[in-house]
């Protein structure tokens, strides 16, 4: 069963840093690209940023260039969020989601979401 | 401003079909596929339909899914009350190069 598990969710204030991780389980997961995708309570959602399957190939929003940096371990079966500068308006539930595709170009068909963690940005 | 507009709701009774339009431009869905997630508040989205009109096993086949030049529409047939939730098509753009979501639709079955 394909499990994804977020964590590092919580309170900062704004300037200040967080790093999210998602656990991968139930899968090959070195195989893969990633993605985060946030959601204001209350609103739509929105990607933040993918990573291939070998961290060749990077992207992300930009609302977020320059102050977040996605990474991964495949031998930890893990995806990373550091978010720094952190700004009220990052405040939202982020998801990470898996992708049946190597790169991240092939698409946005994400097949399996983690649950979420609040992420929180206030003095 | 979402890159994608889908209408904020949509509504309709027990048995019925209702359709979900979501609109874009040559960048997004006119050169690319349309996939739609379901969301029921609180939990986690659901791949729903990918690849404009491809549906992952365990959805029922009262979901289907089109795409027509910049545009696509999620229809759902026989609708159950279960069926209540937001509704979002997501697409790459090559401008942006990144996916983009629509605003998504909430869906009200009364």
């Known amino acids: 069963e394909v499990q994804l598990v977020e964590s590092g969710g919580g309170l900062a204030q704004p300037g200040r840093s967080l790093r999210l991780s998602c656990a991968a389980s139930g899968f090959t997961f070195q195989d893969y690209a990633m993605h985060w995708v946030r959601q204001v309570p209350g609103k739509g959602l929105e990607w933040v940023s993918g990573i291939s399957w070998n961290s060749g190939d990077i992207v992300y929003a930009d609302s977020v260039k320059g102050r977040f940096t996605i990474s991964r371990d495949n031998a930890k079966n893990s995806v990373y969020l550091q978010m720094n500068s952190l700004r009220v308006e990052d405040t939202a539930v982020y998801f990470c989601a898996k992708t049946p595709h190597s790169i991240v170009a092939a698409g946005t068909r994400f097949d399996y979401w983690g649950q979420g963690t609040l992420v929180t940005v206030s003095s | 401003q979402s890159v994608l507009t889908q209408p904020p709701s949509a509504s309709a009774t027990p048995g019925q079909r209702v359709t979900i339009s979501c609109f874009g431009g040559?960048?997004?869905?006119?050169?690319?596929?349309v996939n739609w997630y379901q969301q029921v508040p609180g939990t986690a989205p659901k791949l729903l339909i990918f690849?404009?009109?491809q549906r992952p096993s365990g959805v029922p086949d009262r979901f289907s899914g089109s795409r027509s030049g910049t545009s696509a529409s999620l229809a759902i047939s026989g609708l159950q009350s279960e069926d209540e939730a937001d509704y979002y098509c997501a697409t790459w753009d090559d401008s942006l190069n990144g996916p983009v979501f629509g605003g998504g639709t909430k869906l009200t079955v009364l």
């Open positions: 690849g404009n009109f």
């Open positions: 040559n960048s997004n869905i006119g050169s690319n596929t």
